[in-house]
């Protein structure tokens, strides 16, 4: 049997606006990037997945796209895209490209003319529904449900012009597609073929399991810490999202060839991930789940809860077996949303490099496609943030609103868990060198540059062969020959231990074993067969080899290769 390509590919995330910035605006483009694919070459990855570069009025960074054809002037031209896709190609890189479709710009023309009358042909092409019965419509708690949006706020905004409401499971600026409707399928098939046919090489597919929603959208209850219903159940996995998944695989990707599919699923159960990703059911080859960064948030989301690494196990011993027959993982500690993760997960202090090397090898070597977020090779860190003026993102500007106005909650205790966890942490530009700003653009950023990069940054590191970004590229090469990392089956060593994250890999004769040390302790890992181990071959480590009874230094990481004849 064939193992498909991407199951031996590195993914690598660009955040255009973050990236590079090549004509001094402040603001990430295109051709920055095309400057530095060597780089990214010289890294090893496979496929670069670009946020999205749409035309856009930039209310969530692109995730809201006024014209699904284009390039916004901010990152540069079609032609500009297309020199970029040769340029990446030449240099045996894919482009997969952002797929933003549960909702469109409210600047979209499909929008303009949705709401310019209740009997425009695109009126169904939204969510349009009336002010609950018995309300006045605009009033308060008049929304047609009592749903919340993940940005602040209802989920509904009231529009005058035609005094009905529309849905926005995100920002009153990203109202929600209708996709009930076969008008709306239809043209987005369309325009996924007309990138394909441009020579792009696949799509990750934005909160992809909230396209299908229950159409008589029920109340949710209202969760602690916020001031609107939950209505996931009403969306998350929705009734006919397997048919609308494969009548976009029909119509969309049949009979191409060597194209990746990543569907973005906040809430994604492991029994329904087996239906998202079984090739027989022709729907994506795999989805990012949300589990292991939902596992440090307690019930309140305004309390910061330390991660339990036995739960953080449990969560991905269980994607790893759910998976291990029937489809794929996909693999992350971070992208645009999350913060990062030698921050989050390690010791961005002392042992910032061991632990951030610690957390990529513990990563990369479970079943299942890498994904490596820009500046996580090189153990860049969570920003500094004051107050939240420091802020940009709307999430956070948002969740803070509802959070101090309407829920009474301090400022401060808000703000702790905005630090820590807010999504701008992983959005500061890129830490090219240490010059000013960080290489990153010859004018004013438009998210301020981390201080640390006169020593965290990407010259240094290429330049130091102990660095996180060379054992990140090890990691790499290391997927690209040795076929055990690809299709080994996995054991889950140790569960119950709070310090260390043991396990193997097996394929035929060939038996990895892998530990990390999530803590500065020095830990003996008490494993079976510990001594023939410890004289096996050492492929991969952050440290000096362990002794012969595999006791590991603080973050240390090990991989070691035997063969195995029972
Ligand atoms: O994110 C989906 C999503 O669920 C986010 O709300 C995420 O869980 C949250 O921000 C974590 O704090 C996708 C995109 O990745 C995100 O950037 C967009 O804002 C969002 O969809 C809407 O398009």
Redesign the pocket.
């Known amino acids: 049997m064939t193992v498909e390509w991407w199951k031996k590919a590195v993914v690598y995330q660009i955040y255009p606006r973050s990236f590079a910035d090549a004509d001094g605006d402040g603001m990430g483009d295109l051709r920055g990037i095309i400057g530095h694919l060597d780089y990214l070459a010289g890294l090893g990855v496979d496929v670069l997945w670009l946020?999205p570069v749409y035309p856009s009025p930039q209310d969530?960074?692109g995730?809201?796209i006024s014209d699904y054809q284009g390039i916004d002037p901010l990152f540069g031209t079609l032609e500009i895209f297309d020199e970029l896709l040769a340029a990446a190609h030449e240099r045996g890189l894919k482009i997969v490209m952002d797929l933003?479709v549960?909702?469109s710009s409210d600047e979209h023309p499909w929008f303009v003319e949705s709401r310019s009358s209740a009997d425009n042909p695109k009126r169904d092409w939204y969510w349009w529904r009336p002010a609950r019965e018995g309300m006045a419509p605009g009033t308060p708690g008049a929304e047609p449900t009592n749903w919340g949006s993940?940005?602040g706020g209802p989920a509904w905004a009231y529009d005058e012009h035609t005094n009905a409401y529309y849905l926005h499971l995100?920002s009153p600026k990203?109202p929600d597609l209708n996709w009930e409707n076969p008008a709306v399928r239809e043209a987005v098939y369309a325009m996924m073929r007309w990138w394909l046919d441009r020579g792009v090489d696949g799509f990750r597919m934005?909160?992809i399991n909230m396209i299908s929603k229950d159409v008589a959208l029920p109340d949710g209850s209202v969760p602690v810490g916020r001031a609107y219903a939950d209505g996931s159940a009403s969306y998350i996995d929705g009734p006919r999202i397997h048919e609308f998944l494969h009548e976009m695989y029909v119509q969309v990707f049949k009979g191409r060839d060597a194209l990746l599919t990543v569907g973005?699923m906040?809430g994604v159960t492991v029994e329904e991930a087996i239906r998202y990703t079984d090739p027989a059911r022709e729907e994506v080859d795999m989805v990012f789940q949300?589990d292991h960064?939902w596992a440090d948030r307690g019930p309140d989301p305004w309390h910061l809860m330390r991660l339990q690494l036995t739960t953080l196990k449990a969560i991905f011993g269980r994607w790893q077996a759910g998976l291990a027959e029937v489809g794929w993982n996909s693999l992350y500690w971070n992208?645009?949303?999350?913060p990062r993760v030698v921050s989050r997960f390690g010791d961005d202090g002392r042992y910032r490099v061991e632990s951030a090397k610690m957390l990529g090898t513990v990563l990369h070597l479970h079943r299942g496609t890498p994904y490596v977020y820009q500046g996580e090779e090189l153990g860049m860190t969570n920003y500094p943030f004051g107050t939240i003026a420091d802020f940009r993102d709307?999430?956070a500007l948002g969740q803070y609103a509802d959070a101090v106005s309407k829920l009474g909650r301090s400022p401060e205790e808000v703000l702790t868990v905005l630090r820590a966890?807010g999504?701008d942490n992983a959005r500061t530009p890129m830490q090219w060198d240490s010059s000013p700003q960080a290489g990153f653009t010859t004018g004013t950023p438009w998210l301020a540059v981390n201080p640390n990069h006169t020593e965290i940054n990407a010259a240094a590191a290429v330049a130091d062969p102990d660095s996180v970004y060379h054992h990140y590229r090890k990691l790499a090469e290391l997927r690209h020959t040795e076929p055990a990392v690809v299709e080994g089956d996995f054991t889950m060593l140790l569960p119950h231990d709070e310090r260390l994250y043991a396990f193997t890999r097996r394929l035929g004769a060939t038996e990895l074993l892998v530990i990390g040390n999530f803590s500065a302790d020095t830990v003996k890992a008490e494993i079976d067969d510990a001594a023939a181990w410890s004289a096996a071959e050492l492929v991969l480590t952050n440290a000096a080899a362990p002794s012969d009874d595999l006791t590991m230094g603080p973050w240390q990481a090990v991989v070691y290769r035997r063969t195995v004849s029972w």
């Open positions: 946020s969530d960074n995730y809201d933003v549960n909702h993940a940005f995100f990203q934005d909160v973005e906040p949300f960064v992208n645009h949303d999350q709307i999430e966890r999504r």
